[in-house]
């Protein structure tokens, strides 16, 4: 049985630091291309980084990048999201996902190649 698992949210200021895991069992995440997303309230679902399957292509929303780098720890079995330089509009329920297909880039990786889904962990951001 595949699951992801998300950890590192919690409550931090404007301008902090936080470092989400995405953790997986059932299934060997360097294979895949894996993708970290958001969802603020009242607001959709966002793209918000990805990382192919060999770690060497990675992609971020415009809105994150040169705050937010993905990485991997394939030791591990995870993907991690370093998020610097936080403000209250990152605000949101941050989800991993990983690709349907093994062996691709992280080009073009989101929501309609996601296929299994971690249940989310909270950011939220004080100002």
């Known amino acids: 049985q595949v699951q992801l698992v998300e950890t590192g949210g919690g409550l931090v200021q404007a301008g902090g630091s936080l470092r989400l895991s995405c953790a997986a069992s059932g299934l060997t995440l360097s294979a895949y291309a894996v993708a970290w997303f958001r969802q603020a309230p009242g607001k959709e679902r966002e793209f918000v980084a990805a990382?192919?399957?060999?770690?060497?292509?990675?992609n971020y929303a415009n809105s994150v990048k040169g705050r937010f780098t993905i990485s991997r720890d394939n030791a591990k079995n995870t993907v991690d999201l370093q998020m610097n330089s936080l403000k209250p509009e990152d605000t949101a329920v941050f989800y991993c996902a990983s690709d349907s297909t093994p062996l691709r880039h992280a080009q073009t990786m989101g929501v309609s190649r996601a296929t299994y889904w971690g249940k989310g962990t909270l950011v939220n951001v004080s100002s």
């Open positions: 990382i192919g399957w060999n770690g060497v292509t990675t």
